[in-house]
């Protein structure tokens, strides 16, 4: 164990209490423990505060900081949480920091998985695993990209988190996914590695609102991060085979058509938005072969 990468967490938590307990435990009993884990509380209320802080004060590596009250919550705010949390270690000596939920759990050797996946190759820039539901569904890998990582525990090298500027700071949210594709843009690998899982306490996305809503809301999300609109589709018709079914994929359609209607301002710039769209198209030509050829390249098959 000592071999593996120095490594430190930052975990974002806000109005946790129900849960961040559970995350806790799962932490405490790695075999490979971070050199310093920072649980920064984004305007807590219920008890939060109180939980973080009574286990600091048990144990050294485990340290709590708050962040500037705020009434709305939102993905920018986490962004801010772990941009701010990252810069005051500044002057720490480690290779490697993950952001974690606080409300997820793994197994005694999750950490020292990734950092092995991370020591195996110098341009991972990012790594991490599926995750499953409390009702135990988990994605699909053979249709979604093993190049994106959930943000649900997202461990970046430490060069490749600086080298991107952290988290943008979206509202909207997919920060996670917008930090992937930044570090793509740069050169860097991001990989999921499904032969290790952790479990979502929740249902992801309904923090504040039922899961149709939160599809919905999905869908929204998918827009501001310059989803194609054929990838859209297909994502919309993959998401009618989960349940409920017609319901969960009419919501994501739905809340993409929404913010297209309204011509919805992006927050990331155009660059990115051709860069991820250029991915998607290059990954359903790659399921579904020649049929999604441009026409120039069909015509050119067809006089051969």
Known sequence: MSELLPYVVITPARNEAERIEQTMYAMLRQRHLPLLWLIVSDGSTDGTDEIVRRHAAQTPWIRWMRMPERAERHFAGKAQAFNTALASMRT???????????????????????????????????????????????YDYRYVSLDEVSGICQLFRRTCVEEIGGYMLSKGGNIDTIACLSARMKGWKTRTFPEMTCTHLRTTGTAQHGLLRARFNEGKRDYLIGNHPLWQLFRMLYQMRLRPFLLRGTAIGAGFAWSALRAVERPVPIDLIAFRRKEQMQRLRKIFGRGLQPANSMHEARTR
């Open 92 to 138: 720490m000596d480690f290779a490697a920091v993950a952001c974690m939920d606080a409300d997820v759990t793994f197994e005694p050797d999750y950490f020292a998985f990734l950092l092995e996946k991370l020591a195996s190759d110098e341009k991972f820039g990012i790594i991490g695993t599926p995750y499953c539901e409390t009702s135990g569904e988990i």
